[in-house]
């Protein structure tokens, strides 16, 4: 399926939750992956969402930098 | 302590001296608990809090109150804490989530017939023979109030809730915006009308729009942080994220057979001294499961390094999801010795922690050749542990932090053919660090890859890995 993260187009396996498709980002833009943890993740309406919350196909989500 | 008190009692009481006329109604809310028995004695006293003024409190959660915690999930009858916990709260109804699901329908039917509120969900059907009670709505009198809730369970693209097919085997689903207006006569007999979803926070904004006639829906699935709640076609939505951080108290001031007013706030559960002791009692209770010390199966000699747990890893990850590969990134090997004897559930939670779940997808010997590389880079150059193929790895020097060349080999070590299709298992964290070219991203199972684990030595009985490994190293 594929995923919006932070305008860009992420294709990730069925079934990712919130935390996989900002790993993929991560190592995709050359972000510390044990640092994950540290960044905030929001909806299309801005609301916090965590690493946990299930994902849908063309689902648009954005992680904040701190 | 006495903070965290003051601020319930004042927030329920600046509410409840605040009505000239008309009845108050209060629903205290939760969603996506998911297994979260740690939070459960901060639950209860904030419940017993608010009924010692209010005791007409409606208590409901959204669904999902399970899976998440192995201390929950793994307990014989499965969820009992849970079910135990919110037995004991009180809680007055809770929506099915698709999680409910995750230990098929006879596990729901045990799991529904030990709890002592009833599930809602109107846009399931239910044979007699799966022994699942479920209600499409409950009607409940606050003083003298109705309060008609309506349940509404999830459903995905492919007609059935986001778990694995055979788990809801014999049930079926209809899509919420077909049965919603089958009950629209509940809502003109009833002074409060409650949508209580599992269906995600986008969704329940469509439903808003579609039924303006309901005064609240109380969400979940998406573990969506509301500050309190939202209003969306005049409609309060509720949620508030997943296992527990606060829960949802909303006032619905009701006149003249209509809520005239309503609020949502959030009551956080973040003071573990503020507990409920009866709930903390059980709480200590299921910590000391037996489960946990559950013998699974043997190790014959003692292992020493990641390599042979790693291996022994992907080998229960193949066999279990019947793949011809599995692997596995170095790190997520979290033991590195394990004595000769007797290997408990502890141990294999402790051996792969993450509550990971398996990924399988069908990959070229040359989709595997570069995902393997991808996970080696992603993995702080650390090469992943294989089963069901071998590795020589060269590297560009011996500080191992560049391959030069990888060569791998299927298991009568023959050369991998790097054109032919193969059937591979990996965890969600390796299917998404190895950011490599591949047609079949995959598809995420509903187990974690340390039952996986489990499952396959309880089959196995004894095994031995001593000095086992799936690659060479050579610069």
């Known amino acids: 399926m594929t995923i919006i993260v932070n305008n860009s187009k992420i294709r990730i396996f069925k079934g990712a939750k919130v935390g996989d498709a900002v790993l993929r980002w991560a190592v995709r833009n050359r972000f510390d992956i044990s640092q994950v943890s540290s960044l905030q993740v929001t909806d299309q309406w801005g609301h916090l969402l965590d690493n946990a919350a299930p994902l849908k196909d063309k689902q648009s989500i954005n992680i904040l930098y701190q | ?42 639950y209860a006293a904030i419940v017993d809090s608010i009924r010692a003024i209010d005791p007409f409190v409606l208590v409901i959660s959204a669904g999902d109150n399970r899976t998440g915690n192995p201390y929950n999930d793994l307990y014989e009858p499965v969820s009992y804490p ?19 699901y995750d230990s098929k329908v006879e596990g729901l039917a045990k799991v529904i017939s030990l709890s002592n509120f009833p599930y809602l969900a109107a846009n399931i059907t239910c044979p007699p023979e799966s022994g699942i009670r479920v209600r499409p709505y409950m009607v409940f009198d606050v003083k003298g109030i109705k309060v008609g809730v309506l349940g509404i369970t999830q459903v995905g693209d492919n007609g059935l809730p986001d778990t694995h097919p055979d788990n809801v085997k014999g049930l079926s689903f209809q899509l919420p915006e077909e049965v919603i207006p089958q009950y629209k006569w509940l809502t003109e007999q009833c002074d409060v009308n409650v949508l209580l ?85 059980l709480l200590k209770h299921f910590k000391n499961s037996p489960e946990m010390e559950r013998v699974v199966g043997y190790f014959k000699n003692d292992i020493n390094g990641y390599d042979p747990l790693g291996v022994m890893m992907c080998d229960a990850w193949l066999e279990e999801c019947e793949c011809d590969i599995a692997l596995e990134n170095y790190g997520g090997v979290r033991y590195d010795y394990i004595k000769a004897g007797p290997i408990t559930v502890k141990d294999i939670l402790n051996l792969d922690p993450f509550l990971n779940c398996p990924v399988v997808m069908t990959l070229t010997g040359k989709e595997l050749h570069d995902m393997l590389i991808a996970c080696f880079k992603a993995d702080r150059n650390r090469f992943p542990i294989t089963s069901g193929c071998t590795a020589v790895v060269t590297y560009t020097d011996a500080s191992k932090s560049s391959i030069k060349k990888l060569e791998l080999f299927d298991t009568n070590g023959k050369k991998l053919n790097m054109k032919k299709k193969y059937r591979v298992v990996t965890n969600n964290y390796v299917a998404s660090i190895a950011d490599s070219p591949r047609q079949d991203q995959g598809v995420r199972g509903d187990v974690t890859t340390s039952d996986l684990i489990t499952h396959w030595l309880e089959k196995k009985g004894t095994v031995d890995y001593q000095g086992r490994s799936s690659f060479t190293e050579k610069w």
Do not use: C, W
């Open chain 2, 1 to 42: 302590m006495k903070k965290n008190f003051l601020s319930i009692a004042t927030l329920v009481l600046v509410s409840f001296f605040g009505i000239a006329h008309g009845e108050t109604v209060r629903i205290l809310s939760s969603n996506d608990m998911h297994s979260a028995i740690e939070k459960m004695p901060q």
């Open chain 2, 82 to 100: 849970m079910i135990s916990m919110m037995n004991l709260i009180g809680f007055d109804a809770s929506a099915l989530g698709n999680h409910e």
């Open chain 2, 197 to 281: 979803t599992h269906v995600g926070f986008d969704v329940d904004i469509e439903l808003a729009k579609q039924f303006p006639y309901y005064d609240l829906i109380i969400s979940s699935h998406t573990h969506t942080q509301l500050e309190g709640g939202e209003i969306h076609s005049g409609v309060l939505i509720t949620q508030n994220g997943y296992q527990l951080p606060r829960v949802t108290l909303t006032t619905l001031e009701v006149e003249g057979g209509k809520v005239v007013s309503k609020k949502a706030e959030n009551i956080y559960l973040n003071n573990p001294n503020r507990h409920a002791e009866a709930a903390e009692a």
